[in-house]
């Protein structure tokens, strides 16, 4: 009884944020193509991916760049965390310490939570590298980026199937992790871009799998793809994968029917093409996917 009572005065007057969360939290940053070097407030945080650990009292101005391509900005920004109202109560419960509690935890910092916790950025080539850069039409990355060029869709149906886009399971390492992770917005956007689907909202998708229990990076099965589904009320699941063979990309993607648990159509690109071109390695698959019979 003791010990229970000298620790709870002991967070009391340290803060219970302080305690469970420290004055810094883990940001997860990658990019495509990857190495490319990344700073917040104008210091160096090393080369993508990489793992930064920000100061949770200040905001970030995330910079990244790499030669060739367009620099990519984004602010992190701080918001009062769930673990904050702890000291509310407790000051409540006790006015003196918990108002030390208060104190504490603001002016570490530990109170506030950054947001996004994680940046995938996807670099876009600068405009006067493309205009300088010779066009060779043996080129691979040339032949991806007219290929999906060329892929013209039809006319959409009036009535839009609602469908759900699962994050990509990268095949084969950390690498083609990353680049998973990173193509998985993207491939949303896509979709929703080509007026064939009413597609399901990713903070929506996410709030469901954090309901039942799982983790995208878990569900890479068709059941579970199914079992996911039927919570959100969708009537199609978009799953996929990125690979790689040698110097070869293989993106696969699948439609399922969430009322059958039956794979409606599959499609795989495959590639020998920069990272930077994968987006367009994506689309094709995407718009095949569609046209699929």
């Known amino acids: 009884m003791r010990k229970y009572v000298i620790f709870s005065v002991f967070t009391l007057l340290v803060g219970c944020a302080t305690l469970t969360n420290g004055p810094t939290q883990k940001v997860s940053i990658t990019s495509i193509p990857s190495g490319a070097v990344v700073t917040a407030n104008d210091v160096s945080l090393g080369a993508t991916p ?7 009292k200040n905001e970030h101005l995330v910079r990244i760049e790499m030669k060739g391509y367009e620099p990519y900005e984004v602010r992190i920004t701080r918001k009062t965390g769930k673990i904050f109202y702890s000291n509310a109560l407790l000051l409540v419960a006790a006015v003196i310490p918990g108002l030390v509690g208060f104190v504490v935890d603001a002016s570490s910092g530990a109170m506030y939570e950054l947001k996004p916790k994680e940046l995938n950025a996807t670099l876009v080539r600068s405009a006067s590298v493309t205009e300088t850069a010779p066009a060779s039409p043996t080129s691979e990355d040339i032949t991806v980026r007219k290929k999906y060029d060329l892929i013209v869709l039809p006319e959409p149906p009036a009535t839009k199937p609602y469908v759900a886009v699962m994050d990509l399971n990268g095949v084969g390492g950390a690498e083609t992790g990353n680049i998973a992770k990173t193509l998985s917005d993207p491939l949303r956007v896509e979709f929703q871009k080509t007026g064939y689907y009413k597609v399901c909202d990713r903070t929506h998708l996410d709030m469901v799998m954090k309901e039942i229990g799982f983790q995208q990076s878990g569900c890479t099965s068709s059941e579970c793809a199914v079992q996911v589904g039927r919570v959100l009320g969708v009537e199609k699941m ?21 009322s059958t648990a039956l794979v409606e159509k599959s499609v795989t690109e495959t590639a020998e093409c920069k990272e930077s071109e994968l987006i367009y390695l994506m689309g094709i698959a995407a718009k095949k996917l569609i046209l699929e019979k």
Do not use: C
């Open 238 to 258: 978009i799953t996929g994968s990125v690979g790689k063979l040698g110097n070869s990309y293989i993106i696969t993607l699948q439609l399922i029917d969430v």
């Open 50 to 56: 990489v793992v930064a650990k920000l100061r949770r």
